[in-house]
């Protein structure tokens, strides 16, 4: 008996600003280990690099590749628009900076079968390009950096709440009118809460990996670790059931250290012990954190973990009332599907 064709697959991209990274992400798409029909569609945002230029010669260079424009510059929107132009029943989220290992798609499809989930991902494998980037992903790979997330420190398989990326049954996504371009951040979580509302089923599994580039300055790490915070908070007043004690950390943070240096310089110099506390812990988790990096990389990597708790904490703490009363007020209710096959 001929062995059954695997299913076709639709890769979405949504992309801004990516001329450094845009080339070698297409190409660790297009190089997969995988028998079935594949297409990449990019949504171009409007951007300020080669990102447009880059994308055109992919294009030109091989026909599974296409562009679709994303005039507002807004992630949900541009997966919704590449969603809306693919036509195959796989549906695989890759960003402009993320690298497929060689058989991401192959292994995600077998667990799309073998599990009956709506929505398979696994791990956000941050990888920098020089001491920095180094200092930053050992911060985004360490409990003392994102606490206990599954995707980024790696855990058994398993339903999840929600996933890195993902690679989506179409139906499913269909079925609940895509993304809520709504959450400017936060997107993945809200598609999928509606998901598992409706009887699907997100499952994480460490099979799955993806070679992440991390922000490649304090100032663009800052803004992206402050936007994080901001829509958790959105998060949280969205769905009141979603928070846990990890989330609450970095804010929690963010308030004892400004306490203790106010006390420290208007009361008694003893309240700058918690933020010299502060500062040993974060030096004391980097050093296993740092482990066969380089020097200049190991003693960037407190600078890297205070940037992402301060930024997230203060972020979580100025997030507007009214963001989240916009965001709830565009609430879709989750749409029940049948479980299909993946054909």
């Not at 992206?224 to 979603?242: L, P, T």
């Amino acid at each position: 008996m001929p062995q059954q064709q695997p299913p076709a697959v639709s890769v979405i991209m949504p992309v801004l600003n990516e001329e450094r990274h845009l080339r070698n992400s297409v190409r660790h798409i297009l190089e997969q280990e995988y028998a079935g029909e594949m297409e990449v569609v990019i949504a171009l945002g409007p951007s300020t690099d080669r990102t447009d230029e880059i994308a055109a010669e992919l294009v030109a260079e091989d026909p599974r590749v296409h562009t679709v424009p994303n005039p507002t510059g807004r992630t949900p929107a541009a997966l919704n628009a590449a969603i809306k132009a693919s036509r195959h029943p796989v549906v695989v989220r890759v960003d402009g900076h993320g690298m497929l290992s060689p058989d991401y798609i192959a292994t995600a499809v077998r667990l799309l079968e073998e599990t009956g989930a709506a929505n398979v991902g696994g791990i956000m494998h941050a990888e920098g390009e020089n001491a920095w980037e180094d200092a930053v992903a050992a911060a985004m790979t360490a409990k003392i950096g994102v606490g206990n997330a599954a995707f980024h420190t790696g855990g058994a398989a398993g339903p999840a709440d929600t996933v890195y990326l993902g690679v989506f049954r179409r139906d499913a996504l269909e079925q609940q009118g895509g993304y809520n371009e709504e959450f400017i951040r936060a997107q993945d979580w809200e598609l999928n809460f509606r998901i598992r509302e409706a009887g699907g089923q997100v499952w994480f599994s460490p099979e799955l990996r993806v070679q992440y580039r991390p922000r490649p300055s304090i100032k663009a790490l800052a803004k992206q670790y402050k936007d994080y915070g901001k829509w958790r908070h959105v998060v949280a007043r969205y769905h009141a059931g979603s928070i846990n004690l990890r989330y609450l950390a970095p804010p929690t943070a963010v308030c004892a250290i400004a306490a203790g240096l106010v006390v420290g310089a208007a009361v008694t110099p003893w309240g700058f012990v918690v933020p010299a506390g502060y500062l040993a812990a974060i030096t004391a988790g980097s050093l296993p954190a740092g482990k066969g990096l380089s020097l200049k990389a190991r003693v960037q990597i407190p600078v890297a973990l205070a940037t992402m708790h301060m930024s997230w904490g203060l972020g979580f703490l100025t997030s507007p009332r009214s963001l989240a009363k916009r965001v709830i007020a565009s609430r879709r209710p989750a749409v029940p599907a049948p479980t299909a096959d993946v054909e």
